[in-house]
């Protein structure tokens, strides 16, 4: 069965320090994989979306980027964090287009 | 631009109640999901709608879709406690590289005893 990882868990972090969140699948291969961004009490804003190795697509311009170094793995990284980058990150797959998406535990990032 | 709307916002129901949760979204799509998320945690998938008409039932949630009105409901028979959580509708489409779900802004139930 298929399973998908995030860490940490949780993370505070001061304002202009750099990121890294990583989510990892396994029991797949070539998942389609998405980071998305909750705000507190809010819906989810889809950040970025990779179909393969090496390929990311962006949603929304902002000082946020993403990597796909290797199948199952897709790195959330920034340089320097802002106050408005808190949130919960949702990591999620799906095995192709049109088959049901499934999401990680989540990482709650708290900048100060 | 895809715009999902879901009302209500907030739900306070009492328990063995029955209430809907109306999703409603602005482009063609036959592919529609509903999600689960409990407090502090993620998402959990409960429900996918592939065409006009389909129905899905899952102990006291049913959830249908109409295409054409561009509208899916979730039904929530004689509710319980248990029920309490953040519900989502999300509608897939193909950019022609990979399906993405656009979300709805979510109902915040709460059932009371």
């Known amino acids: 069965s298929q399973t998908i990882h995030q860490w940490p868990a949780t993370l505070v972090q001061p304002v202009g320090s750099p990121l890294s969140l990583e989510c990892t699948v396994e029991g797949t291969s070539n998942p389609n994989l998405y980071w998305y961004r909750q705000a507190a009490g809010r819906g989810l804003q889809l950040l970025f979306y990779s179909v393969g190795i090496g390929q990311i697509s962006s949603e929304v311009p902002q000082n946020l980027s993403a990597s796909r170094p290797q199948d199952r793995q897709f790195i959330l990284s920034s340089k320097k964090l802002l106050l408005s980058d808190s949130g919960f990150y949702l990591c999620?797959?799906?095995?192709?287009?049109?088959?049901?998406?499934?999401f990680g535990p989540g990482t709650r990032l708290l900048v100060l | 631009e895809l715009k999902v709307e879901q009302n209500p916002l907030f739900l306070s129901m009492q328990e063995g109640k029955n209430y809907t949760i109306y999703c409603n979204y602005s482009t063609t799509s036959d592919r529609l999901y509903w999600y689960r998320q409990d407090p502090g945690k993620s998402l959990e998938s409960l429900f996918v709608l592939l065409s006009n008409g389909a129905v899905k039932q899952e102990g006291r949630l049913m959830a249908s879709l109409d295409t054409k009105a561009r509208l899916s409901t979730l039904h929530i028979t004689a509710a319980v406690h248990d029920l309490s959580a953040t519900y989502f509708c999300a509608v897939d489409l193909y950019t022609g590289t990979a399906s993405k779900l656009t979300f709805g802004t979510g109902t915040r139930l709460q059932v009371t005893l």
């Open positions: 999620a797959w799906r095995g192709g287009p049109w088959e049901t998406q499934y």
